[in-house]
């Protein structure tokens, strides 16, 4: 049995019924079954569509599900409710920890950059978007507003997209909608262990060397 102390440490529920789970009321496991819509093989008419505002209580009980969808893959940082066919203003962040995102608003972003990103609801269509190394979101969940930062390290730099991937799917944008061209028309390519000419801020041979 999982202990009161990792539960705590964990900072959700899991949606799982947990005897010990410090979260109030106690979550009673949900057999509804979801899934993230693949957009390539079915319809999802959510996917471009504002969604709707809803009550924290509401959002913390959507965004348990994530949760549990994401812990299930294993291969996503980030999800929305509407990539799952549900119409709330939801999102799931977890890079360096697990953040929940309920109506969302981006307040402030700073430092445009480029960065190359995917996205399950499309799957194997990844694409270079602008981004902003820093943001400042304001959310219903929280009493003040949340502030992503690059920082040092990719990690800093991951975390600050994935939010504001996660709140243009609640605004109803796709990566696809932010896709840049990042062809090289220089007749000098940077050097393998410069800074990539697509500004992503990774190095030109872990970016666009072999494009």
């Given at each position: 049995m999982l202990s009161k102390e990792f539960l705590t440490e964990r900072g959700y529920c899991c949606g799982h019924g947990c005897l010990m789970c410090?979260?109030?009321?106690?979550?009673?496991?949900?057999?509804?079954?979801?899934?993230?819509?693949?957009?390539?093989?079915?319809?999802?008419?959510?996917?471009?569509?504002?969604?709707?505002?809803?009550?924290?209580?509401?959002?913390?009980?959507?965004?348990?599900?994530?949760?549990?969808?994401?812990?299930?893959?294993?291969?996503?940082?980030?999800?929305?409710?509407?990539?799952?066919?549900?119409?709330?203003?939801?999102?799931?962040?977890?890079?360096?920890?697990?953040?929940?995102?309920?109506?969302p608003k981006i307040v402030r972003k700073e430092e445009e950059t480029r960065y190359y990103e995917g996205c399950l609801s499309y799957p194997k269509k990844g694409c270079h978007t602008k981004r902003y190394k820093i943001v400042e979101v304001e959310v219903d969940n929280y009493e003040s507003n949340l502030t992503f930062s690059a920082g040092d390290t990719e990690v800093d730099l991951l975390e600050s997209v994935c939010v504001q991937h996660e709140i243009d799917h609640l605004n109803g944008m796709r990566i696809l909608d932010r896709v840049v061209d990042?062809?090289?028309?220089?007749?000098?390519?940077?050097?393998?262990?410069?800074?990539?000419?697509?500004?992503?801020?990774?190095k030109f041979k872990k970016c666009c060397i072999n494009k």
């Open positions: 410090p979260y109030e009321p106690k979550h009673i496991k949900d057999n509804t079954i979801l899934k993230v819509i693949n957009c390539f093989k079915e319809d999802n008419p959510l996917i471009q569509k504002t969604l709707r505002r809803v009550t924290v209580e509401e959002g913390e009980t959507i965004a348990t599900k994530l949760f549990q969808i994401l812990n299930e893959r294993g291969d996503g940082i980030g999800l929305a409710a509407n990539q799952v066919g549900i119409d709330a203003s939801v999102a799931v962040v977890n890079v360096k920890e697990p953040i929940i995102l309920i109506n990042t062809t090289y028309r220089a007749e000098i390519k940077p050097g393998r262990n410069e800074p990539c000419h697509c500004g992503s801020g990774k």
